[in-house]
């Protein structure tokens, strides 16, 4: 969809391709609905939109106080329906997974929009390197965010992405890594080698700090995992060795990055997360447990994610869509591919909205499904029904 629509811009039709993908977000939850609510479907399932609906009510009582002038209900519903869609989404790969036992079909779906997008990724820094980048620029500008580009400073230069938003050009190739990983789908060695370093570099290249920090911690979880004396040297003096080679021959661009992360996100990571929350529960309680109030970023600016739910859907829907689904499935699930995607998920909420835009949806989704599935079946129950 991006890239047709791209394609259209080039030709002179200027659309923005958002607005296409919200329509069949509307069209999923809609079909979603119908199939939970005729017929005889399954009765467990139903508590999916049923617990939707609660929070969405809440949140719309939320809506009607005015704490300052602006309170679009338009938004209100549009944020709300890309919030919903991918635990709407996971009802299909429920039902294809009650009835062959497993989502192999989805998860090569994923592998290979994953190698595709890291694909168009690597060719866009490309042609970001070779100066041949102004109709994307053009296009990116047309959706609102070509401007962010001239911002960010000396560090590095960030290509936009097959999704042209800078920011969520990672996530289903991070998926994708580690599907590979895991051997999730049947690839040849060669393959599996091709599409690795593809995605790595596409990784590499994005500038994407969410980016490194999920590759780091991803990896830090698997090294705990297979924790020993000899696997921690081996993987220390590895990655000592890449980042002084890297440094290298990128000119302390990794140096530089990590100092920028330390210093000014982490810090903004730890302000946010702590004085935000504070600040509401003390003068705007209603907001911090119900939210409903979208246009509240813009007066009380948050550049994480949770804390900007907040003002959404508050800490009730925060709590039911984000934290205990994760946590769940980080306790209950011993599948390290699962715990994995889950981190990419947990980490995607640190900073923007990457998790719900366009495809990125379907990876989405995917966790979803192994939430639902860990709650409401055992294994051995599903291909019985």
């Known amino acids: 969809m991006p890239l047709l629509i791209y394609f259209l811009f080039t030709r002179g039709t200027a659309i923005v391709y958002h607005q296409i993908v919200i329509v069949l977000v509307l069209v999923v939850i809609a079909s979603s609905i119908l199939y939970l609510t005729i017929g005889k479907r399954d009765k467990v399932l139903r508590l999916i939109p049923l617990t939707i609906f609660l929070l969405y009510f809440f949140s719309f009582l939320g809506s009607f106080d005015n704490i300052f002038s602006y309170n679009d209900f338009d938004r209100f519903f549009g944020l709300y329906m890309s919030l919903t869609a991918p635990p709407f989404f996971s009802i299909f790969l429920l039902k294809y997974y009650k009835r062959e036992g497993n989502v192999?079909?989805?998860?090569?779906?994923?592998?290979?929009?994953?190698?595709?997008?890291?694909?168009?990724?690597?060719?866009?820094?490309?042609?970001?390197?070779?100066?041949?980048?102004?109709?994307?620029?053009?296009?990116?500008?047309?959706?609102?965010?070509?401007?962010?580009?001239?911002?960010?400073?000396?560090?590095?230069?960030?290509?936009?992405?097959?999704?042209?938003?800078y920011h969520s050009q990672y996530y289903i190739p991070s998926i994708t890594l580690f599907i590979l990983y895991k051997n999730k789908i049947s690839v040849t060695r060669k393959v599996k080698f091709f599409a690795t370093t593809l995605i790595v570099l596409s990784i590499l290249v994005s500038g994407v700090k969410t980016a490194y920090l999920t590759l780091i911690f991803c990896f830090l979880y698997l090294l705990i995992r297979k924790l020993n004396f000899v696997t921690v040297l081996k993987y220390v003096f590895s990655l000592v060795v890449f980042f002084f080679v890297m440094d290298f021959f990128l000119g302390s661009l990794l140096y530089d990055l990590g100092y920028k992360i330390v210093t000014h996100d982490v810090i903004i990571f730890i302000e946010h997360f702590t004085q935000v929350p504070s600040m509401l529960v003390k003068k705007y309680p209603l907001v911090f447990f119900v939210g409903g109030q979208v246009d509240f970023q813009n007066f009380v600016y948050s550049e994480v994610y949770y804390v900007t739910m907040l003002y959404y859907i508050g800490i009730i829907g925060v709590t039911v869509f984000f934290i205990f689904p994760a946590l769940y499935l980080l306790i209950k699930s011993n599948d390290e591919f699962v715990n994995l995607l889950t981190l990419i998920f947990i980490l995607s909420l640190v900073h923007y909205s990457v998790f719900k835009i366009s495809i990125n949806v379907l990876g989405t989704a995917l966790f979803y499904f192994y939430f639902f599935k860990h709650l409401f079946y055992r294994p051995q129950a599903c291909l019985a029904s």
Do not use: W
């Open 104 to 165: 192999d079909l989805f998860i090569r779906f994923i592998f290979n929009s994953g190698v595709f997008i890291a694909t168009v990724n690597i060719f866009m820094f490309i042609m970001l390197l070779s100066g041949n980048y102004s109709m994307i620029f053009s296009y990116t500008d047309y959706l609102g965010l070509g401007s962010y580009i001239k911002d960010l400073g000396s560090y590095f230069i960030r290509p936009a992405g097959y999704f042209f938003d």
